[in-house]
């Protein structure tokens, strides 16, 4: 069953990135390379993100919820002025993936999307994470670009 964010979802949904996100996020490469930084670790940067994503449209926030239970979420941004949307972050617990659940849940935000008068949507995904690379095809996504992402130590 999928429906919106309620607050008190945040801590999970923080853990469902932290294990879903492992290996495939730029925050863990960060590390991966440089160590800690400044003694926060990737997992604090990167469940920092769902605090943003919630503060700037928890309304676009939805979860998936299997036998009463938080499974998985995907986020949503909207900007009206240029009538493009975007899905910031999407994550199913690994225990649960494979089984169409980011499939409902995107299609979910891309129905929120539209009804907030958003013409268009963008992702973003890692070249390491083929998950997505098949996934945001799938769905109609097309790619447009593809970034190089630096770090150095000051
Ligand atoms: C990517 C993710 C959100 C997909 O959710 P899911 O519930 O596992 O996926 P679904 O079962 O709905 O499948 C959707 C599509 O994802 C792709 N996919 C799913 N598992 C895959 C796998 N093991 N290998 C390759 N593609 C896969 C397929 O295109 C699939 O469509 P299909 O079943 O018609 O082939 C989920 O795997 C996840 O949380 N990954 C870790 C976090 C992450 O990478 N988030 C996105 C960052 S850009």
Same mark, same amino acid.
């Given at each position: %069953? ?14 469902? *990135?932290?294990? +879903? ?8 490469? %960060? ?7 400044? +003694? ?19 309304? +676009? ?13 995907? *986020? ?11 899905? @910031?972050?999407?994550?199913?617990? @690994? ?22 008068? %958003? ?17 945001? @095809? ?13 770090? %150095?130590?000051?």
């Amino acid at each position: %069953m999928i429906r919106r964010f309620r607050p008190s979802d945040l801590e999970r949904v923080k853990e469902i *990135t932290l294990l +879903g996100f492992e290996g495939v996020s730029i925050d863990h490469g %960060m590390e991966k390379r440089f160590g800690v930084i400044a +003694g926060k670790d990737w997992k604090w940067r990167k469940a920092r993100s769902l605090d943003d994503d919630v503060e700037a449209n928890s309304d +676009g926030v939805f979860v998936y919820e299997a036998d009463g239970a938080v499974v998985g979420y995907i *986020t949503t941004r909207l900007d009206a002025e240029s009538a493009i949307g975007w899905i @910031p972050n999407i994550a199913i617990d @690994p225990g649960h993936q494979g089984r169409g659940i980011g499939r409902a849940l995107m299609q979910a935000a891309l129905d929120y999307l539209r009804a907030s008068g %958003m013409r268009y949507a963008k992702i973003e995904t890692l070249e390491q994470n083929q998950k997505g690379q098949a996934f945001y @095809p799938s769905v109609g996504f097309q790619e447009v670009a593809r970034q190089i992402h630096y770090l %150095m130590r000051l």
